[in-house]
């Protein structure tokens, strides 16, 4: 368990907090380029680390991302024009450039140099591969944008499907990093159901054990289980700070690596990107269907899986299926079908993470030698924020950006051979290296 002052420097990422801050000195993807296509298209609204924000792409293709407010009167930006390289408020005509900078003010005399000096809020972004990265830090040169396989690969090689999970962003994360879970949550009771849900020897041995290794980019974490009387069986999860999961691949998608990227909007709401992506060629049409869904076509309808689209942060990506209903949970299917009776592996992750409550209270909580990896991910974060809140230190993957180029994966070791050797070359995101998994 942890304190109640260890839960809030935890869980807590808006200005002015020690785990905000440690979020802001990395470049975080915060939306796809096909959410602001064209030059001069419609602005977006973003929530991003309790910040209200305007994504915007001017006439230059330059994607801006600057505070909701203007800093006249305070209207939102949203409703502004986006037109001559910048978004102009609707309400006195103020104009603001991808820098936050105020490049017109027709509503004051023509000579005043009024402009020059006001200034909106304004991050730097930077388009990679397709994806969208912002930088909220202190630097006026911001370091590097993390290499993580999935953002270098080409967009066909990448399935990424968005949700929002109600609930903080951790506890969220925690349920990637808990491998024991999969053993039980998602597992099944008919054969018939087994599809990606009942595959692997993680449903053979259902208590494995628990090993975690620091690294530079955070933590790796291998799960034992017993395979046969020479073999055993490794899962290696990848934890990369401050947001990013790579859990190991299996089943149907054996050839794809999968995670997830926990982007926090505030304390209570998280948007997840769940990735799937081939290293070595394009993810064929039945495939990425099936990954970016992540389900059994016959156990839910994929067309309708969202609620009709919003123009709130994230409003695209709010599942039908959810508290209010139960996130469809079937107490037939649970006695007969599935383990959990919830229909599919994401509603499952998002029924017991959700039903924690907003923000997890850790101070209650009996943590197990399952638990082990949860533990250790959470110290690594406590203590990198605490020492970049007392005495400046940056974590090394901050200014290191290869550091990010690792994998997970899955696989039989003799008994004999260390899961730290035996897996290293498995770990290594290496152009033209085929995924491991079992």
């Known amino acids: 368990m942890l304190s109640k002052e260890d839960n809030d420097l935890l869980t807590r990422v808006g200005p ?46 330059h994607v801006g991302l600057i505070q ?25 005509g103020w104009k603001f450039d991808v820098s936050g900078q105020c490049v017109d003010m027709p509503n004051e005399p023509a000579e005043s140099d009024f402009k020059s000096k006001v200034k909106a ?22 370091p590097a944008v993390p290499e993580l396989e999935w953002s270098l690969v080409p967009p066909s090689h990448r399935v990424i499907r968005r949700f929002v999970r109600e609930c903080n962003w951790m506890q969220a994360l925690e349920g990637d990093i808990d491998s024991a879970h999969s053993s039980f949550l998602h597992s099944v009771l008919d054969p018939a159901f087994i599809g990606d849900q009942g595959t692997g020897l993680k449903h053979k041995d259902r208590a494995p054990r628990f090993y975690t290794v620091d690294t530079d980019y955070g933590v790796k974490i291998g799960v034992e289980r017993t395979a046969d009387a020479d073999h055993r069986y490794w899962r290696v999860t990848q934890f990369l700070m401050p947001i990013f999961t790579m859990f190991p691949p ?10 997830h990227v926990w982007i926090p909007m505030d304390d209570t709401t998280t948007l997840v990107w769940s990735v799937y992506w081939h290293p070595l060629r394009p993810v064929a049409e039945g495939g990425a269907d099936q990954a970016r869904r992540g389900i059994r076509s016959q156990a839910f309808d994929g067309p309708e899986e969202y609620l009709p689209p919003t123009t709130a942060p994230a409003g695209r990506w709010r599942w039908k299926a959810n508290a209010t209903n139960d996130y469809l949970l079937d107490h037939e299917a649970q006695r007969t079908r599935r383990f959990s009776g919830v229909p599919t592996i994401p509603l499952q992750d998002q029924a017991v993470t959700e039903s924690m409550g907003p923000t997890m209270d850790r101070t209650a909580e009996h943590l197990g030698s399952t638990d ?24 090394a993957s901050v200014d290191d950006a290869a550091l990010f180029r690792v994998r997970s994966a899955s696989g039989l070791l003799p008994n004999d051979v260390s899961w730290l050797d035996g897996t290293r070359e498995w770990l290594e995101a290496q152009p033209g290296r085929a995924v491991v998994s079992a």
């Open 16 to 61: 002015g907090t020690a785990m905000g801050a440690l979020m802001r000195q990395y470049w975080l993807p915060f939306m796809l380029a096909d959410e602001v296509p064209n030059p001069d298209s419609d602005p977006a609204r973003v929530r991003l680390l309790g910040e209200d924000l305007i994504a915007f792409r001017d006439t230059h293709g």
């Open 68 to 92: 909701n407010n203007c800093p006249h009167r305070g209207a939102s930006l949203f409703f502004g024009r986006n037109e001559e390289a910048g978004l102009r408020c609707v309400y006195h």
């Open 121 to 142: 809020t304004a991050y730097p972004t930077r388009e990679v591969n397709g994806v969208i990265w912002t930088y909220m830090g202190p630097r006026h040169e911001p």
């Open 250 to 259: 299996t089943g149907e998608h054996a050839e794809m690596v999968p995670g």
């Open 372 to 395: 082990a990896a949860i533990i250790r991910a959470r110290r690594r974060l406590l203590d990198a924020a605490r020492q970049l809140q007392d005495s400046g230190v940056v974590p």
